[in-house]
């Protein structure tokens, strides 16, 4: 199994666009609304340095752990959806040289008290487009993907915001 895109260069421009949804590692791009892993990429070799802490607070498909694994970086991976966690899961047994530890964990974005104060070097993450697509198919009452008002949706966010602030390291990126 190749374990890095062919042909990858950082990007250098504000405008990205990948014809290719991964093609390495265990990624797959089966999993509504995912981020293609050269984005994730991008952001993880820009934002971070290997052995950083890195969290996903929505972790989806699992693309932004494999992708940490790969690069030798540390995550902490949440999702309120059990289908979630389970692909991520899954999508982490590959083989690989670093020594990456990944810290998976089924819980609300919005109240992440395992986490310490500070304790996060990169936060990057992908959050529904509101209700455009449902992950949960309302299965999930507390799914942000449920919520039909942009207002009530933002409130949300702003939940999650607070939450990502408080654990991210001062001086870091999110």
């Known amino acids: 199994m190749k374990l890095h895109p062919e042909n990858f260069e950082l990007e250098c421009s504000t405008v990205w666009s990948f014809p290719r949804r991964g ?28 052995k950083d802490h890195l ?37 982490l047994n590959f083989e690989t040289t670093t020594n990456a530890r990944q810290r998976i964990k089924l819980c609300d974005s919005r109240n992440l008290d395992f986490i310490k104060d500070e304790e996060i070097d990169f936060i990057l993450t992908h959050p529904p487009y509101a209700d455009i697509i449902k992950y949960s198919d309302g ?33 870091k990126y999110c």
């Open 23 to 50: 093609n390495w590692a265990t990624h797959k791009s089966d999993w509504r609304g995912n981020w293609s892993p050269e984005v994730a990429r991008n952001l993880i070799l820009r934002y971070s340095k290997e």
């Open 139 to 171: 299965k999930i009452e507390s799914d942000l993907s449920n919520i039909h008002s942009i207002d009530d949706f933002a409130d949300e966010m702003e939940k999650v915001a607070k939450e990502l602030h408080r654990v991210l390291k001062k001086g």
């Open 55 to 91: 969290l996903d607070c929505m972790v989806g498909g699992g693309t932004t752990a494999i992708e940490a694994k790969i690069l030798d970086r540390h995550i902490t991976c949440t999702d309120i959806n059990e289908e979630s966690i389970k692909r991520t899961q899954d999508s």
